[in-house]
C-alpha cells in the first residue's frame, strides 16, 4: 500500500475515535479521499479508451485482475448505495439525472457478481468520462455528509429494516458473491463505515488501478523508440513506471497528465512538424514549451539530452544514457548538467566519449 495513504488512513482512524479530535480526524479523511481521487482524474484524463476494459491480470487473484472502468464503477457504486440507502435512506446519486442512461450501464448492482469476460464485456458498454463525472459527484456527497457528521453519530447501528431496504433497493445482486455485502455493511457501525467502504475500499481499488495502468504501459513501450520527443531516455525515467512513452497512446508524462488535452507540448508539436524529436528543430534553443518551460528544473537537463541526440544520434544517446545513470541518479540529472546549455552538453559528451 502507498506509504502516504497507509499513513493517512491509520491517522484518521485513530483521530476519530475521541471527540476531542474527531473533527481533525475527518479533515484527514477528506484529505486522503482528495489524493486517491486524483489518481483515478489523472487515469481518466491521460488514458486511450480501450485501457478502461482491458484486463493484464484477468487470470490473477486480487483487485488488478478486473479492469479500470469496472473498478471505478464498483467503488461508488458501493460508496452511493452505503451513503444514500443505507446510512440517509434517501435517494442514491445515482438515481438523480440519468446517470445510468448516460453511463450506458446495463446493471444498478456494485458488479460484485461479475467475472472475467463479463467484467471486460460490461466495461466496454460504459461511457468513461460520464462515469467519472458520476463518480465525481458521489464523492461530492459524501464529502458533504461528512462535513457534516457528528461525533455521536459514529456508533449509529443498522436494523433489519435497514438491511431489507438494501435487499429490495437492486443494488446489489442476488448472486451469493455480492449478497453478502448487505450482512457485511450492516454489521458495521458508521465508524465502521467510514473505514470500510470509504477509505480503505478506496485504497485497495486505486492500488489496484495503479497495477493495471503500469502494466498497460509495460506493454505499449514494448518494442517501441526509447527515446522521447523532448530529450529524454524513457528507459531511464523515472516516470517509466507509470508513463507507456510519447510515442505511443499511453503517454502519461508529467507535461501530458497536466495539460488540457492530455498531450505532451513537445510530443504535440514534434507530431505536427513531423520532426522525430525536439533534436530536429531550429528553435530547440529558444523553445519554452512543455519540458523546455524556463520554470521547470529540468529544461537545460532535457534539451541538453536533446542536442546530444541531434549531434551523435540515438545509438551513442542510449550508450551514453547507460553510462550517466551508473554514475547518477535521474533525480541528479538537471543538478550535473547544470544551466549551461553548452556546459550540459559537454558533460554528457564526456560521459559518453572519454569515461
Known amino acids: 500500500m502507498d506509504k502516504e495513504w497507509s499513513d493517512k488512513n491509520k491517522d484518521f482512524q485513530k483521530l476519530i475515535t475521541k471527540e476531542a479530535t474527531f473533527k481533525d480526524g475527518i479533515k484527514v479523511l477528506l484529505d486522503l479521499r482528495d489524493s486517491l481521487f486524483e489518481q483515478i482524474t489523472q487515469i481518466v484524463n491521460s488514458y486511450p479508451k480501450d485501457a478502461f476494459w482491458k484486463m493484464p491480470f484477468a487470470k490473477a487473484e486480487g483487485y488488478h485482475s478486473k479492469t479500470l472502468a469496472y473498478s471505478i464503477w464498483h467503488v461508488f457504486r458501493i460508496e452511493d448505495i452505503v451513503l444514500h440507502t443505507l446510512i440517509l435512506n434517501d435517494t442514491q446519486v445515482l438515481e438523480r439525472g440519468e446517470w445510468q442512461k448516460k453511463i450506458g450501464a446495463e446493471i444498478i448492482t456494485t458488479g460484485n457478481e461479475l467475472s472475467g469476460q463479463q467484467i471486460a464485456d460490461f466495461s466496454k458498454t ?10 465525481k459527484a458521489v464523492k461530492e456527497s459524501t ?30 445482486s ?6 453478502w455485502l448487505i450482512d457485511y455493511w ?21 492500488e ?11 506493454m505499449a513501450r514494448k518494442g517501441v523508440n526509447p527515446v522521447a520527443y523532448c530529450g529524454f531516455s524513457c528507459n531511464h525515467c523515472f516516470l517509466g513506471q507509470w508513463c507507456g512513452s510519447c510515442r505511443t497512446e499511453y503517454n502519461t508524462c508529467s507535461f501530458a497528465t497536466c495539460s488540457p488535452d ?10 505536427e512538424k513531423g520532426f522525430d524529436g525536439c533534436w530536429e528543430c531550429s ?73
Not at 460504459?126 to 463518480?135: F, N, R
Not at 464529502?143 to 437492486?170: H, M, N, P, V, W
Open 126 to 135: 460504459l461511457d468513461v468520462k460520464t462515469l467519472y463525472e458520476y463518480a
Open 283 to 355: 528553435e530547440i534553443k529558444s523553445c519554452k514549451k512543455g519540458f523546455y518551460t524556463p520554470e521547470c528544473d529540468g529544461a537545460n537537463g532535457a534539451k541538453a539530452q536533446a542536442l546530444f541526440v541531434g549531434k551523435y544520434g540515438k545509438i551513442d544517446f542510449l550508450k551514453m544514457q547507460e553510462k550517466f545513470h551508473e554514475k547518477y541518479e535521474f533525480t541528479k540529472t538537471q543538478e550535473i548538467l547544470g544551466q549551461n546549455l553548452k556546459e550540459g552538453l559537454r558533460i554528457l559528451e564526456e560521459i559518453c566519449y572519454n569515461s
Open 174 to 179: 442476488s448472486d451469493e458473491k455480492a449478497w
Open 143 to 172: 464529502d458533504e455528509y461528512l462535513k457534516g457528521l457528528d461525533f455521536i453519530s459514529l456508533k449509529k447501528k443498522f436494523s433489519d429494516s435497514d438491511r431489507q431496504r438494501l435487499a429490495t433497493c437492486g443494488g446489489v
Open 186 to 206: 450492516c454489521a458495521k457501525d458508521v465508524a465502521g463505515l467510514l473505514k470500510m467502504p470509504f477509505s480503505r475500499h478506496w485504497i485497495m481499488h486505486i
Open 208 to 218: 489496484a488501478m495503479r497495477r493495471i495502468k503500469n502494466k498497460l504501459c509495460k
Open 262 to 271: 492530455g498531450e505532451c507540448p513537445n510530443a504535440k508539436c514534434c507530431k
